[in-house]
């Protein structure tokens, strides 16, 4: 614990989208902003036949390629008071991590299982002890397979009500201690990814030289968001009549958004590019800001895009408290005209996309301006929503990643610089806090403030530079609260300020 003692002060220089540089504190951010970082239960809990735990889509998609698996992963489940401690040492205002519908229902609907129920208990009140905020995701790529099995998950609209009953349990037995819920996880990627890919789960798809048994890429990817939306809904609706009233929670709803550019100056791939932000950024932000999907999708994709009744429209509108934002790197957009024959996703977007650092083996490029124009596109297009940075991260395998750290103090300088021009922007979480089975990567990509030997049986943590932000000649702490937050006092007595 000596070097959270020597935490005195928290200046960080940085560049600010590579323009000039400033020097800021936490005391720069209003008053309540949260710093966290993230797990997910598949990625972080492992324990995966244990206590009652049943296979997910995940379970299976894994274990049905040759991709690694979350069977043991971190060993979180047996190791989350350990984690815990690493979260208050490291300064942590938040934890975000999500619950296993697999561990909690273990056949999606029907009996609870008491171990799985107690585990959360255990570890929501662990957190809150330590006066660390607990910000729950409840759904994370992994809906149980006898759902799949059964009716097709989420291309099929009886999943609103098994994924509804579901939240109300987490409501009613998690809810008097959390107050943020985020009920999808990056809805968007989540649909493309699984439905029109198939790369991961439930690896559904129809596009020529994929490894899928399974799926239509033309009208499921819609049809899984949709559901998405309506499931969501259903949720926001059931809190705010059962439960607000006496937790005082906020729900929310999360994507994956990059800042899409134009590759040229060309007016066809200005066109393109707005198309892309459409796709990317209105298939989700639409229904839930205005309550219908964006004009260019409607007119592309046709009667592939399923129609929210009136009905339906009034309950999507509205009904997030917060959005929910993972942000990585940037992507180019150039026009094209070509058409494959096989309408999917990618083809009723139009164009290719580069994706700048989109990769596996190489951190992510330091591009700030990237976070300040996502937060600024919300802010102009969408009414400025109350908006959390959910996943914000590079991955890099070596124990002193500095470049991790330049890269943490651009974003987070930017995040910053986009909230004092008015973005309502309330919290940071890193992903990841330690290093992960990575859907995409396995346990090759490090993106964790600790990383973890995955040789070793214990599963031994360790931290990197970034979980102290020790940068250069001065002891610096950026995710160390600061005495005017409010949560500062529940542990006020483990650290010392100037």
């Known amino acids: 614990m000596e070097h959270i003692f020597a935490l005195l002060t928290i200046f960080l220089a940085l560049p600010f989208s590579g323009r000039c540089r400033d020097v800021f504190s936490r005391s720069?951010?209003?008053?309540?902003?949260?710093?966290?970082?993230?797990?997910?239960?598949?990625?972080?809990?492992g324990a995966a036949a244990e206590d009652g735990r049943k296979p997910s889509v995940w379970d299976t998609h894994c274990h049905s390629r040759d991709i690694g698996n979350g069977d043991?992963?971190?060993?979180?489940?047996?190791?989350?008071?350990?984690?815990?401690?690493l979260m208050v040492e490291t300064g942590l205002d938040a934890f975000r991590f999500s619950i296993s519908w697999s561990r909690l229902i273990p056949n999606g609907r029907g009996p609870v299982n008491q171990k799985g129920l107690q585990f959360y208990k255990n570890l929501i009140q662990e957190l809150v002890s330590h006066g660390i905020e607990p910000h729950v995701t409840l759904y994370h790529y992994d809906h149980p397979q006898n759902l799949e099995d059964e009716y097709g998950g989420w291309i099929n609209n009886r999943m609103i009500k098994d994924f509804t009953a579901y939240t109300d349990v987490c409501f009613r037995?998690?809810?008097?201690?959390?107050?943020?819920?985020?009920?999808?996880?990056?809805?968007?990627?989540f649909a493309i990814g699984g439905y029109n890919d198939g790369e991961t789960p439930p690896g559904r798809c129809s596009i020529p030289g994929k490894n899928c048994l399974l799926g239509n890429s033309s009208s499921e990817t819609y049809i899984a968001g949709h559901n998405l939306l309506l499931a969501h809904a259903s949720v926001s609706r059931l809190y705010k009549q059962k439960y607000k009233d006496k937790q005082g929670g906020s729900i929310g709803f999360g994507l994956y958004l990059m800042d899409f550019t134009p590759s040229t100056s060309s007016e066809d791939d200005a066109i393109t590019t707005q198309r892309a932000k459409d796709f990317y950024f209105g298939w989700f932000l639409g229904p839930l800001i205005f309550g219908d999907y964006p004009?260019?999708?409607?007119?592309?994709?046709?009667?592939?895009?399923?129609?929210?009744?009136?009905?339906?429209?009034?309950?999507?509108?509205?009904?997030?408290?917060?959005?929910?934002?993972?942000?990585?790197?940037?992507?180019?957009?150039?026009s094209s005209k070509s058409n494959s024959g096989n309408p999917d996703f990618y083809s009723d977007m139009g164009g290719y996309v580069t994706y700048l650092g989109n990769t596996s083996v190489m951190e992510y490029p330091v591009a700030p301006w990237t976070m300040e124009a996502v937060l600024e596109y919300i802010k102009q297009s969408y009414g400025n929503p109350p908006v959390y940075i959910l996943e914000n991260g590079t991955p890099i395998k070596q124990q002193k990643d500095t470049p991790r750290v330049e890269y943490l103090h651009a974003y987070i300088g930017a995040m910053l610089k986009s909230i004092r021009n008015g973005s309502d922007t309330r919290g940071y979480f890193v992903w990841s806090f330690m290093d992960l089975y990575e859907l995409r990567g396995g346990y090759h990509d490090g993106y964790g403030l600790y990383s973890v030997n995955f040789s070793d049986p214990h599963r031994k943590r360790s931290p990197r530079l970034s979980a102290h932000w020790n940068h250069g000649s001065s002891v610096s702490n950026m995710w160390i609260r600061n005495s005017r937050d409010p949560l500062y006092n529940r542990r006020s007595q483990l650290l010392s300020y100037m």
């Open 295 to 334: 004009d260019t999708m409607r007119r592309t994709i046709g009667s592939r895009l399923p129609f929210f009744s009136e009905e339906e429209s009034e309950q999507v509108k509205g009904s997030s408290d917060f959005l929910g934002i993972n942000h990585y790197f940037a992507a180019s957009v150039t």
């Open 28 to 45: 720069h951010f209003p008053e309540g902003f949260v710093f966290g970082a993230g797990t997910s239960a598949y990625q972080w809990e």
């Open 173 to 189: 037995e998690f809810g008097n201690h959390v107050k943020f819920w985020t009920t999808i996880n990056e809805a968007n990627v």
């Open 72 to 85: 043991i992963a971190c060993d979180g489940y047996h190791k989350y008071k350990e984690d815990v401690k």
